[in-house]
């Protein structure tokens, strides 16, 4: 079974609906296929130039636009929170810093705790999903609650500390978030087609998230997520995209040398195998790494990329469905790497 059949297998199996790519080491092209639409109502078929929402993938640019601004040295790993950010944070212990911000080890409550809470769309009954357009929009959702647990004593998958790493961003660049990440991540990339974009005022070529039910119907997900995404996730690229984005990264062409070899280190675990540097996720196998890889999940957004290290092959795999990318990237994975 060659590539292109394992993935219409996986695309026939679980109703697969987005954009799939996959590159050698010398960047040729493995395989480039899309499936399904992406808007249903107009019956607009999903492209590779198709922009597609990641979700939670996009905390790697969060990471990379703050390493930028420590090679500046306008802030550094040990800037504490409580000293650069000017917000109330009562209950924050005063000795979190960026670092712990980046590795999710900071403590912090969250808005959206993936260890307790299973519903995104629970969150917008109190606050109205169409009001959160700004970083400091989240602010009033965790800035009030307890901590979690104590600074740097443990993992913990957190989203509020890549919004409070947006706000930081923003202090130091002096601009909004998104206007620094276009300007000094996505340009530089040439991810011509990527964006922050808001979910009521999207522009063409640009897929709606899709919400199945078990009966067969169906929604969009403007009203499961926040009006337009920030620092912790909710950008739009194309799988293109994704792949001039690991292209700038290990070329050095978006950081150092030295600061990326920094932000793709382990600097904490959540199993044997799995490790997070700075925004990146980092899978190791018989002591090995084996790929670094980002993967977002929202209602409506199902998301997976990686590159292999030992081959420099990149996997980009953007669904406009709630599950579905998991399925290919594993799939996809598998026979890449037999």
């Not at 979190?96 to 307790?116: K, V």
């Not at 530089?188 to 998230?209: C, H, I, R, V, W």
Request: charged share 25%.
């Amino acid at each position: 079974m060659n590539l292109r059949e394992v993935v219409e297998g996986v695309q026939h199996e679980v109703g697969f609906s987005g954009a799939v790519l996959v590159e050698g080491h010398d960047g040729s092209l493995l395989l480039n296929e899309s499936y399904s639409f992406a808007n249903r109502s107009e019956q607009l078929a999903n492209t590779s130039s198709t922009r597609f929402g990641i979700a939670s993938g996009c905390k790697l640019f969060t990471a990379i636009a703050v390493l930028q601004l420590i090679e500046k040295g306008t802030i550094s790993l040990d800037t504490k929170v409580k000293d650069y950010l000017q917000y109330d944070f009562q209950h924050f212990d005063e000795e979190i810093t960026i670092h712990h911000l980046l590795t999710h080890t900071a403590g912090i409550p969250d808005y959206f705790d993936e260890e307790t809470m299973d519903d995104f769309e629970e969150l917008w009954i109190q606050t109205p999903m169409y009001r959160i357009r700004r970083l400091e929009d989240f602010l009033p959702l965790f800035q009030h609650l307890p901590m979690k647990s104590k600074v740097g004593e443990r993992f913990h998958y957190n989203n509020a500390g890549y919004i409070l790493l947006g706000l930081i961003v923003e202090q130091a660049s002096q601009s909004t978030f998104d206007e620094y990440v276009v300007k000094n991540i996505f340009q530089k990339a040439d991810m011509t087609s990527a964006g922050y974009f808001e979910l009521d005022a999207l522009p063409a070529n640009t897929a709606q998230g899709y919400i199945d039910f078990e009966d067969g119907t169906w929604k969009t997900n403007i009203y499961s997520l926040p009006a337009k995404g920030g620092s912790d996730g909710g950008a739009f690229i194309t799988v293109h995209d994704m792949a001039k984005l690991w292209d700038a990264l290990m070329s050095y062409s978006l950081l150092t040398e030295e600061t990326t070899k920094l932000l793709l280190t382990p600097h904490a675990e959540e199993d044997e195998e799995d490790h997070y540097g700075y925004g990146v996720w980092i899978k190791i196998r018989n002591n090995a790494i084996f790929k670094y890889h980002v993967m977002g999940y929202d209602p409506g957004v199902s998301f997976h990329s990686a590159y292999y290290p030992d081959s420099s092959r990149k996997v980009v795999v953007c669904s406009n469905k709630s599950e579905g990318a998991f399925d290919m990237m594993i799939e996809i994975e598998g026979e890449i790497m037999k």
